[in-house]
């Protein structure tokens, strides 16, 4: 039964019978937040034992003689950095752990850019009308970083290979583009891996900025969900290759693999932005948390340690994932009302509805108690021109929840697509 | 004996006996840091049961129902910003906490400043020939801060009472100076608190700049070393009554309660920073760090566990002190070669060479192996124009050690004092 096919009275039927679904399920008064990516209780239980994995008992000396109860070590345990280095691959030399939040690296860092600017360039907070390109859809709080500091956000449509780098490449020839946001694995919302074209071609970009720098952020490096993952290709070496290292960004964090907010951050990058950066972080704090890395350390012990862990979540959070997929082929496969990534990993199913449907369907969910990732959110300003994008967060409620919640978004979707039709 | 007053031969006849001991010392090779204010192994245990005190039976939900396992929360825990209001005088309602290091939330302040502006004025990043006032000898670590952001660093000489006030309210006469840095209790490194005189006079600034800005960094607040400490006057309350709140931010951690490095940071402010504040938070991060909060609660549970924890340190600290003072007056008294501070609490003591020998005392002693801070350190651009300041950090080493180390500063200090006036 496709909607768009339907004669005008068949489509009022169908719109009655969706109103009625609506309104019983809005009796049953459900209360849901899935407008973030945030880990489910049970996954959060699976970091239990790093809670007390630094106790009394402890060996608190690192392999460089440093005492992680106390002040020092700027660039965190040799360890951990070797982790890191694994889970992104780059080089561990070229590792810097910080504090909980990988995007308070990221914001410290375009904030950098912003009062001391790249590459001997003039700090990009006295250079006028600067433009960062954001792939979309894409991650709300890395546009809104870029917001804040007063970039003009050029969308960059995503392709099922990652960013359009036709448009990419022709973008950068403006001096005032300063960078690009990516998310290259399992991306933020749509679920695409970056192509190895793709990763090619961002090594070799020839920006005309010299300050022009890729914001890498591997978030989901390590969270695959199926047993034939994405393989993203390795843009540190391919930069290494082109001599374009210092070009790049990269981040990632345990935020997902141990406690989201209470995890270890890392970035990456080449040695001339390495010094740039530890020069800012001597000056900036006198060290990161030292024992929450040996928490993680003595918890995971080594990249085995947290492929262990990653399996465990994926024990957990792949069901969810089948749930809502399934949801969406049973009701509405074949209706013409919608179109879904089908991910092998991440957090998130990305839904296209019917153009200028996305912010009712929001709505329809809220209004019935379930909460969605506003409308809009994964493109510049919060302003999707085609009103169509929404993303599907399916990591936190139980699968019972997510039954119920998807089946009313199934609902929410026919019903504005009905809208819609009936209305143009 | 005083070193003055001796007469050429008698000084050589000094100077001979000072360099036989000091080479004597050399023989010891001793090997000891004491050139930052770190607590030592025994003050580190006092916190071990934090480590445990979150653990699998742990309520994780606080008392605004946040799941503290999980992203959320940027004020951070309400029962700790109430314990930190209490520490800093300020209403709990304006206490944001941070991640583990307050000067890095000084670092952002300053850096918004930077990029985003107070009061509505023009980014500072944007204003030509910004400076910043330096009370000296001061702290090290915050001139950098300004330094870094390219500030320039006007020093203001400390008195016996804070700040020189008179200098200061002339200073800020001057709308290119944008801010000051205070530690008003047991001030690094003079020990200094500053006089209710000086607190008044702060609030009742009246500065050219609508975006100058007091950086009030109770560091010590809760640190005292005797059953008579320093009362601080209440700047918070001071500058409420004056209507001037919005021209301080006020901060302050437990990285010298609990775990240095592992600690929590603070800061508060007027309502209308406060805005400007969580409204780049929102951006620059997901939130806190809400386990190491709920570690921080549970353990310390309310001011009172902050006073209890603080008479622990006392009983560790105040005899280090002592071995300092007693060593100080038993070998230097009288001879003109040094005035030093008995501060009531903190973290340091500090010495005043002859002018022209700290940097001589320094090297002297690293050559016979005791690290002090560099000469210098405690003055904007690490010049103290008299070359006279030490800071002397007693609470790292052990009593024995630190005996030690004093007796070799002592002989350091005459001896270098001998040279000079040979030399004159």
Redesign the interface.
Known sequence: MDFTKLSKENLEREKKKLEEEYRSFQSKKLNLNMA?G??S?EQ??LS??M??A???E?NFISSTGA?C????MPDGLPELRRIFAQMMGVDADNVVIG???S??MM?DTV?CG??HGFSGCE?W??QKGRKFLCPSPGYD?HF??TE??GFQLVTIPMTPEGPDMDKVEEAVKDPSVKGIWCVPKYQNPTGITFSDETVRRLAHLKPAAKDFRIFWDNAYCVHDLTDTPDCLANLWEECKKAGTLESVFFFAST?KIT????GISAMACGDENLKEIRG?YA??????????QLRHLYFLKNFDGVKAQMAKHRALIAPKFQIVELKLEKELAGKNVAKWSNPKGGYFISVDVLPGCAKRVVKLCADAGVKLTAAGATFPYGKDPDDSNIRVAPTYPSPEELEQAMELFCIAVQLAAAEKLLAS
Chains 1, 2 share one sequence.
Not at 259 to 262: D, I, K, M, S, T
Not at 283 to 292: E, F, H
Request: charge should be positive.
């Open positions: 973030r945030k880990p209780p959060l239980k239990y034992p809670l007390t630094v106790n009394p402890s005492d109860r106390n002040y020092g504090g909980n939040s995007l308070n914001f904030s912003m009062t700090p907070g006295c709080r809104r970083v804040y500091f935020s406690f989201p907010g209470a800012r000056v900036q704090t006198i060290g990161p948390d030292k024992l929450n």
